[in-house]
């Protein structure tokens, strides 16, 4: 009996001790990074600072670096404010994205105005929000374990399928004024370890085009013919969550 009654105690602590193993092992680079895009999701709401720039290289050269903020609420609602200094003067761009469409303020005056197909903020070339999703992701790899914002977290780096990125922006609407190709694209998040969400991201895109960007601005031509267009991201979320006050809604137009 007592041989018998020591078999059983090994053998609970056996299992014990195999339990104790399986929680302390982490999910893979890859496994985290599509956890932590669920997560964002499930959270539906989410502040955004970041910075962000944008370049195309076609012979008349158009750069500029931006700074934004804004909220957004899954699955198709954004509020952003941008501010940037294009061809010597400054500009500072609302924009609301409700259901697809997309409004903005600042591009031609103080009223809201309903974007048009050619317009790089209907297009989403100039959306950030829309590299939070991360389901093209691939070769994900870990980096460094920082703090942020005093908080643990794992930071990542991936690279975009292209064939995937390609098909996203050609099933957007504006894009079929011009055609990209050579598409590239790479990105590092910081996921807090606490809760798996997402609190940084780091988004490089850049693609060749031919055709028209419908980017002109004060008279200057728009654009055209070939060129590589470059563009990056750096995304701080905060507030992950938390209601939206005031609630995003379209705004009125003229």
């Known amino acids: 009996m007592r041989i018998r009654a020591l078999v059983i105690a090994v053998a609970a602590c056996s299992l014990l001790a195999c339990g104790a193993v399986a929680s302390l092992v982490e999910p893979s680079p890859g496994d985290l990074l599509q956890k932590a895009s669920a997560n964002l999701k499930t959270a539906k709401t989410t502040h955004i600072d970041g910075t962000g720039s ?55 005056g103080d009223t809201w105005t309903e974007a048009t197909s050619t317009d790089p903020t209907s297009s989403g070339m100039l959306d950030p929000l829309g590299q939070t999703d991360l389901s093209g992701a691939v070769s994900v790899a870990e ?59 780091l988004v490089k895109l850049s693609f060749d085009i031919e055709g028209n960007l419908g980017l002109a601005t004060g008279g200057t031509p728009s654009p055209s013919g070939k060129g590589t267009f470059e563009m990056s991201f750096d995304l701080h979320f905060s507030q992950i969550g938390q209601p939206i006050t005031p609630a995003i809604t379209a705004p009125p137009t003229r």
């Open 143 to 201: 980096i460094d374990r920082p703090e942020v914002d005093g908080k643990k977290t794992r930071h990542l780096k991936y690279t975009v399928d292209p064939q995937k990125l390609l098909g996203k922006m050609q099933g957007a609407s504006g894009v079929a004024s011009f055609a990209p190709s050579n598409v590239n694209g790479s990105g590092e998040v910081w996921v807090r370890t606490e809760d798996t969400q997402i609190v940084r991201q």
């Open 54 to 108: 944008f370049a195309l290289k076609d012979g008349m050269n158009v750069s500029f670096d931006f700074k934004m903020a804004g909220e957004a609420e899954v699955p198709d609602k954004a509020r952003l404010s941008m501010q940037m200094t294009l061809l010597g003067q400054p500009l500072s761009i609302d924009t609301i994205s409700i259901g697809g469409r997309t409004y903005t303020k600042g591009l031609q």
